[in-house]
Antibody, heavy 120, light 107 residues
Framework: QVQLVQSGAEVKKPGASVKVSCKAS????????MHWVRQAPGQGLEWMGI????????TYAQKFQVRVTMTRDTSTSTVYMELSSLTSEDTAVYYC?????????????WGQGTLVTVSS | DIQMTQSPSSLSASVGDRVTITCRAS??????LAWFQQKPGKAPKSLIY???NLQSGVPSKFSGSGSGTDFTLTISSLQPEDFATYYC?????????FGQGTRLEIE
């Protein structure tokens, strides 16, 4: 079965960077796009970007364009999301989500989430 | 960016009721519309993609319809486990955008 296991909670100081991992199993890693979505406390869902694990190409939401980097490691079936220049506004739960179908871009399977807290 | 507007923002209903949530896109998105359920403290769960296709394992009490700009999610025979927040999402163009959510509460 499809499983996405994310790295553990992080506490960072303002101005620092954070790198969250998402290890995939139960399917062919390079056949499905992977999204990153975040949710601030008590707020809705916000799409950050998408990576094609096959070739590593990415598309980011403009809001995060200069601060986010999404990468993948095909040898370990893991995708990464790094966010730099953190502020308190970046305190949120970060989710990875695999597309539902091959070639599709609708998120279908979700990781458990990683809480990132930014505090001085 | 395509704006997704859900209505209502919150909804009270009783066990056994049938409810409908609406999602409107600011421009046509064909059928590139998905629905998600989220319970407090949990990751979202995908329900429907391509406006009307049930995600694997999702019960048939959930159904979706619509095309273009107007979409609906219908939940029949509400059970206690269905009370949650529901989100729509468009994936026709980047950036992918979510609706603001509809909180379904027990009356």
């Amino acid at each position: 079965q499809v499983q996405l296991v994310q790295s553990g909670a992080e506490v960072k100081k303002p101005g620092a960077s954070v790198k969250v991992s998402c290890k995939a199993s139960g399917y062919s890693f390079t056949n499905y796009y992977m999204h990153w979505v975040r949710q601030a406390p008590g707020q809705g869902l916000e799409w950050m970007g998408i990576i094609d694990p096959s070739g590593g190409s990415t598309t980011y939401a403009q809001k995060f364009q200069v601060r986010v980097t999404m990468t993948r490691d095909t040898s370990t079936s893991t995708v990464y999301m790094e966010l730099s220049s953190l502020t308190s506004e970046d305190t949120a739960v970060y989710y990875c989500a695999r597309s539902s179908i091959v070639g599709g871009t609708s998120p279908g399977y979700w990781g458990q989430g990683t809480l990132v807290t930014v505090s001085s | 960016d395509i704006q997704m507007t859900q209505s209502p923002s919150s909804l009270s209903a009783s066990v056994g009721d049938r409810v409908t949530i609406t999602c409107r896109a600011s421009q046509g998105i064909s059928n590139y519309l998905a629905w998600f359920q989220q319970k407090p403290g949990k990751a979202p769960k995908s329900l429907i993609y391509s406006a009307s296709n049930l995600q694997s394992g999702v019960p048939s009490k959930f159904s979706g319809s619509g095309s273009g700009t107007d979409f609906t999610l219908t939940i029949s025979s509400l059970q206690p486990e269905d009370f949650a927040t529901y989100y729509c999402l468009q994936y026709k163009t980047y950036p992918i955008t979510f609706g603001q959510g509809t909180r379904l509460e027990i009356e």
